[in-house]
């Protein structure tokens, strides 16, 4: 396992330094570009916008999409990928798993095949609270690729906040499988929050158990975490 973990308690340096990983990456190359969702991303997103960064000539690839929601609803993965980063900063192409493809098994095999062609340079990830990483929750074998979740409730009732209430959160996701994810050649983990004390523990100190997800990255060559948890 060859984990750098940062500690940084001031979010804003914590933030620059994720921007900053970032635009080392593509200076040295990096094309294809893993991108995540959820709350933690948003400061990152808000720094790269207002940055200098250029990804005309880059690949984005998300982890992953709620099945069912429209493109145009305001809570699919799309959707806030478009608001936070991609109508300031296009890539030349940037995919993420349509969630209203007629056959959604058929498009997570799909997705997978587009992610095993392209290769990811990077992977931007955060956590569950459950430690699930992308929507792969606990029991979920560490081989899997791009697959169809069923939504624990925990993970429902944690991203109800975005919703007007739990009954409108989706059952049911694709998402990059963890073997998707561990692919990237570099991964850089945000966690930020108390909630996200836990997971980080089980990943840096734990043994590594398929009941919680994020103990997958101790098999990982390249993975840089930034938190602002003392661990
Ligand atoms: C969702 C996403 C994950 C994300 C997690 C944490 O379930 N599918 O990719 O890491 O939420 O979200 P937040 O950053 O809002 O805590």
Redesign the pocket.
Known sequence: MTIHIEVLKDLDLLYAKGLAIIEAKLEQGATTFGL??????LPLYEKIRASSIDFSSCVSFN??EYVGLPATHSESYRTFMRMNLFDAKPFAKSELPDGLAADVEAEAIAYEEKLQNAHLNFQL?????NG????NEPGTPFDSTTHVVELTQS?RQ??ARFFNSIDEVPTH?I?MGISSILRADTILLIAVGE??RRPLEALLKGDQTTEVPVTALQDHKNIIILTDLDI
């Open positions: 995540a969702t959820g709350g933690t991303m982890l992953d990830l955060g956590i569950g609270e699930h990483i992308g929507f993970t944690a991203n996701a998402t909630k996200k």
